[in-house]
């Protein structure tokens, strides 16, 4: 179970990037209206902070995943570089 872990927090950093982004995209005010709160004064420039912010998360988690495969991969062919004691 624990080697699941990372990637239900992968699927859920992928949810909430597009999520984010398409409400920003269909609705640039969500957040306001969500939350009835407007922070911004009604701009929009937080929810597309918001957008941004969980998008960037998203990609590196991603790439840390896509990272540890190669390495796995590499490892599996018994490819991978000496390593330096």
Do not use: H, K, N
Not at 26 to 52: C, H, K, N, R
Not at 65 to 82: D, H, I, K, V, Y
């Amino acid at each position: 179970m624990r080697g699941r872990m990372p990637m239900v927090a992968y699927i859920v950093a992928a949810f909430l990037s597009a999520v984010t982004s398409v409400a920003t995209i269909i609705q640039p005010q969500w957040f306001e209206l969500l939350f009835d709160e407007a922070p911004d004064d009604g701009d929009g420039s937080l929810e597309t902070i918001v957008a941004v912010v969980v998008a960037a998360l998203a990609c590196v988690a991603f790439a840390l995943l896509a990272r540890r495969e190669w390495r796995s991969a590499r490892l599996a062919r018994g490819t991978a570089p000496e390593t330096r004691a």
